[in-house]
Structure formats: structure tokens, C-alpha cells
């Protein structure tokens, strides 16, 4: 009997680049579900200190229209264990500059607890809506 792999990526997913893209369709061959959580603009600007430039409403049908995803729903946690017991997925997707930091330790050991995991994918280094966003501010 197969066991459905629900996979879960969190993300601010603001000026959407192949950076995303690759994520997803990384996360989504990991497992039989994906769902993406599209991070509200409320927990962005508590997060990095500024809003996104993209709403919260286009980030999410952005996401929700890429054929990797399952499902996309909105992600109003910092504590993405909270997002766990909303969700119960399997596997949760992370940048890996959270692997070995002290907050990715303790997501890690609080989701082994509830038989769910933490799978790490690097970024893509040439990209990133940080880049895109300096880029836009230095030429508008």
C-alpha cells in the first residue's frame, strides 16, 4: 500500500524567478504532493523588514499556476512547525542557509518528533528577488 508524501515549501515567492521555479520542481520530485506556502505580506515585513514588492494575491496565483504545485495557501507563520499542525506534511523545503543554524536545528528536531522531516535545496546563486530587488531600486 502506498503511503501519500505530502512536501510542503514556504516561501515569500516575491518577483518569481527560475531561482522558485527550480525549487518547486525539485520539491515536487520529492514527493506526491506539494503544497507551497506563499508567506503573507504581514510576516515578510516582520521577517526582512520591508514589504514585498509583489501582493500577497498575485504572489499567490503565481504560485498556485505553476504545474509543479498541488496546492498553494497562505503561510502566516514564522514558526513553519506551526504551519506543520495546520498542514501535517511529510517533508518540509528549505534554503539551505538554514541547514546547521540553530533555528534549522531545532525545526529539524521538533518535526523528527512528529515523524516529519526537513530536506534542504541550495539556491540558485546567480538569482534572487533580493538581486532583482536592488536592481530595480538602482534604475527606477
Known amino acids: 500500500m502506498h503511503v501519500t ?33 506563499v508567506v503573507t505580506d504581514e510576516v515578510v515585513h516582520r521577517v526582512k523588514g520591508r514589504l514585498p514588492i509583489v501582493p500577497f494575491d498575485e504572489r499567490l496565483e503565481i504560485v498556485r499556476s505553476i504545474r509543479y504545485v498541488d496546492e ?4 502566516p507563520y514564522t514558526d513553519k512547525f506551526e504551519a506543520w499542525e495546520d498542514l501535517r506534511y511529510d517533508i518540509l523545503f528549505k534554503g539551505d542557509d538554514w541547514r546547521g543554524t540553530a533555528k534549522g536545528k531545532r525545526l529539524e528536531e521538533r518535526l523528527g518528533a512528529v515523524g516529519a522531516r526537513v530536506v534542504y535545496f541550495p539556491y540558485t546563486m546567480h538569482t534572487s528577488s533580493t538581486v532583482l530587488r536592488k536592481v530595480i531600486s538602482e534604475t527606477a
Open 72 to 75: 498553494a495557501v497562505a503561510d
Open 5 to 37: 508524501v505530502t512536501g510542503y515549501a514556504p516561501g515569500a515567492y516575491d518577483l518569481f524567478h527560475v531561482g522558485h521555479l527550480n525549487i518547486l520542481r525539485r520539491a515536487s520530485a520529492r514527493c506526491d504532493r506539494l503544497v507551497v506556502g
